[in-house]
């Protein structure tokens, strides 16, 4: 879940995955296999829209043990908008990693990889994701590589916050660590809330800012439904 570098054309995201803070780290309340399966009225992915204003569905798979170790992958629909149709597509994720709790700090270290079935919508991604939380704020980074004709280093750094349903990140992605006013700045607000046992509702509100002040920033208000289960 991850979005080009084209910020010109594409104004660089989330989510949670879904769309809204997407950490990456499978929420499973106890050892095990769980799946999931849910639909969002925009694909958003760190402030960066994923299938170009439309409904995306997606569908998960994620095993955790008791050590903390987690592996995991996830499926969602893409779209860059093209009148040809060429780039629509599926986006599919891997991970892998570990996540606990140390005296009540929360920390966790894991890899994904970003692949696309079309080519035409964007290049794979691989990254590195840390994280460490206290009383509900979570600090976390990530380093990636982006697979272009030439390796292209990103990089995405962000402050959360979560209380009961609400939760609220800050963040700043950069497309290209080397380059100058190519990142994103945006502000996800989001409430979520239990319909059925397993099926929850969500609404995200999304600020993105570029730093290019070619680039006029944008808002977008999210909706979002998901089911999960346990599979073992």
Do not use: C
């Not at 594409?10 to 399966?37: E, K, R």
């Amino acid at each position: 879940m991850k979005k080009t570098f084209q910020l010109n054309k594409t104004l660089m995201a989330v989510v949670l995955a879904s769309s809204s803070t997407m950490l990456l780290v499978p929420t499973i309340s106890q050892a095990g296999v769980s799946a999931n399966v849910g639909m969002v009225s925009n694909y958003v992915f760190r402030g960066v829209d994923q299938s170009d204003g439309k409904a995306s569905a997606s569908a998960g798979l994620d095993y955790e043990n008791d050590s903390g170790i987690y592996v995991g992958t996830w499926v969602g629909g893409v779209d860059n908008g093209a009148a040809s149709g060429a780039g629509k597509g599926l986006e599919y994720d891997f991970y892998a990693g570990w996540s606990g709790e140390v005296k009540g700090v929360s920390l966790g270290l894991g890899g994904t990889y970003f692949g696309y079935t079309e080519a035409s919508f964007d290049q794979p991604y691989k990254e590195v994701n840390l994280s460490v939380g206290f009383a509900g704020v979570t600090l976390g980074y990530d380093k990636g590589v982006h697979e272009l004709a030439t390796e292209t280093d990103y990089s995405h750094a962000y402050i959360s916050y979560e209380r009961n349903n609400f939760s609220a990140t800050y963040a700043v992605y950069d497309a290209n660590i080397d380059a100058n006013n190519d990142a994103v700045n945006y502000l996800d607000l989001g409430y979520s809330i239990e319909l059925a046992k397993g099926l929850d509702g969500s609404v995200n509100y999304i600020y993105s800012a570029p730093e290019d002040s070619a680039n006029d920033p944008k808002t977008y208000l999210i909706l979002g439904i998901s089911k999960s289960f346990d599979v073992m």
